[in-house]
């Protein structure tokens, strides 16, 4: 079936639906509130705290078919803030309404084989790689790609989880028993200098518009603070911006897509490898709430509901901290701070490992240093 689309602006007062009751859909909802546009947020019970800042809610899981009609029929287009949403739910809804991304980046983006498998039959590089269906297949693919290797669950997993190192003295069986003994891929490891991502949007029409390149810190799997300017030169910064507009392209790819790379030296040049995905707004994108006219959020809301694409050059340079767990119990210190704006999510449990809220501190355009 032919995916259905959004021929015309969707005008002020027309329906953005999104699946997925998160803080992406919390931040997508209120983007779509400041240009007159309302939000439906559609989500499994749970704490969902999109739902408080929403025009309507659905709370239904997602294979209800009933619920899904019903939302179908009240929305205008469908959007998703995570991308872990049932495909068959995505086919489903595109029978009766526009959605975007659309099913097939879906089912390309939720294994990681056949990600790397897409994003490499592009010829755009990623590290090496190989699936990993049983414990046996660990000893072969480790000869092959070396040691130490980073093993990940083919589906799902996030912020760290469902991944294992396995260094050159470990056993690779215990690493295969970590994950669960889940399908799996084994990733080369890759010796970066930095990590990046490139924020970036495609419209019905295929218009692209990218953001400054981040640089990105994790610790513990969880992404800590994204920076821009990233330390890199203007021509690494235009390469990364031509991978996430060629894999864009292929993809059909209509909405915010966030693009995570490694940038490697090899004989003194950087070179570029593509980590993963994300067919959705992204964490390392959160500092253009407040360093940009239009957000990444708004440029997601715009993209699927037909509108011109905004501009995404920056007034600032910016660093977003996330605040995870207990960080966010500092939020009268952050808010009292000069120059950082503070976004709490409205979560009702606060967990180590969470997040909970994000901060953007702000300086004068110009005044860190890239390249």
Same mark, same amino acid.
């Given at each position: ?95 009766? %309404?526009? #959605? ?49 290797? @980073? ?18 003295? =470990? ?15 084994? &990733? ?21 518009? $990218?953001?400054? #390149?981040?640089?990105? &810190? ?9 920076? %821009? ?9 235009? $390469? ?6 060629? @894999? ?27 980590? &993963?995905?994300?067919?959705? #707004? ?30 995404? =050059? ?19 210190? @952050? ?37």
């Amino acid at each position: 079936m032919a995916d259905r689309t959004v021929d015309a602006p969707l005008p002020p007062g027309s329906v953005v639906g999104v699946l997925g009751g998160g803080q992406l859909g919390r931040m997508l909802a209120l983007a779509a509130a400041r240009l007159g546009l309302k939000s439906h947020i559609y989500a499994p019970a749970g704490d969902n705290p999109a739902f408080a800042v929403a025009h309507a809610a659905t709370e239904a899981a997602y294979d209800d078919r009933a619920a899904l009609d019903r939302f179908a029929a009240a929305v205008d287009v469908v959007t998703y803030e995570f991308e872990n949403v049932p495909v068959e739910t995505a086919l489903h809804l595109r029978r009766a %309404v526009p #959605v975007a991304p659309s099913p097939q980046v879906l089912a390309v983006t939720q294994d990681r084989i056949h990600e790397k498998s897409y994003v490499a039959g592009l010829g755009v590089p990623v590290p090496g790689f190989a699936a990993i269906d049983t414990a046996a297949d660990l000893a072969p693919a480790l000869e092959r790609l070396g040691r130490p290797a @980073i093993l990940k669950t083919r589906r799902f997993g996030y912020d760290g989880k469902g991944q294992a190192r396995i260094d050159p003295h =470990a056993d690779s069986h215990a690493a295969f028993r970590a994950i669960g003994g889940k399908p799996a891929i084994l &990733e080369a490891f890759v010796p970066f200098e930095r990590e990046l991502s490139v924020i970036a949007a495609r419209d019905w029409r295929g218009r692209f518009a $990218a953001y400054d #390149v981040p640089e990105n &810190e994790h610790a513990g799997g969880i992404l800590r603070r994204s920076t %821009v300017p990233a330390r890199i030169d203007g021509a690494t910064a235009d $390469a990364a911006r031509a991978m996430a507009q060629r @894999i864009m392209e292929a993809l059909g790819y209509v909405g915010v897509m966030g693009l995570e790379l490694f940038a490697v030296r090899e004989g003194g040049e950087v070179r570029l490898y593509v980590n &993963e995905i994300a067919p959705r #707004v992204h964490n390392s994108g959160h500092w253009t709430m407040d360093a940009c006219l239009v957000s990444q959020f708004e440029q997601h809301i715009r993209a699927v509901a037909g509108w011109p694409l905004g501009s995404p =050059a920056r007034h600032a340079d910016a660093t977003m901290e996330n605040l995870i767990g207990h960080d966010a119990d500092r939020w009268r210190e @952050i808010a009292a701070e000069p120059g950082a704006a503070l976004h709490l999510y409205g979560k009702r449990e606060t967990r180590d490992g969470r997040k909970m809220g994000h901060v953007n501190r702000l300086a004068p355009f110009g005044s860190r240093d890239s390249g």
